[in-house]
């Protein structure tokens, strides 16, 4: 769970970016160098994953179009601009168009997709 409010004493302790990974933990390296408002690490997705229905598998997903968030990174105007509380990591991909930015997914493996 991400606690916004935690977030925002790490933008006034002049963090100028917060790092969350995919559980929701804030760590210390995002892994790139690039910059934005707002940014989505992501590696292509490499295990297979499986549709099922009633217990049992019924196709497999082409994962061509499958990524995995590995760290979200935000700067200080979207972590201000976001509403109080304690979301998860999936509502703050929400919260942060619903604050008015966009965001940018990265490769960590080579440039922006």
Do not use: C, Y
């Not at 934005?36 to 297979?48: C, D, K, N, R």
């Amino acid at each position: 769970m991400i606690d916004i409010a935690a977030l925002r004493k790490l933008v006034e302790s002049g963090e100028l970016l917060v790092v969350i990974d995919a559980a929701g933990v804030v760590v210390e390296d995002s892994g790139t160098q690039e910059s934005g408002p707002a940014l989505l690490i992501a590696a292509p997705v490499t295990e297979a994953v499986k549709v099922v229905n009633g217990g049992l598998v019924h196709d497999s997903v082409d994962r061509d179009t499958l990524w995995s968030v590995e760290n979200f990174v935000l700067g200080p105007e979207v972590v201000m601009a976001l509403d109080e509380g304690v979301i998860t990591p999936g509502e703050l991909i929400e919260a942060v168009i619903s604050a008015g930015f966009e965001w940018r997914v990265i490769n960590p493996s080579s440039s922006s997709i």
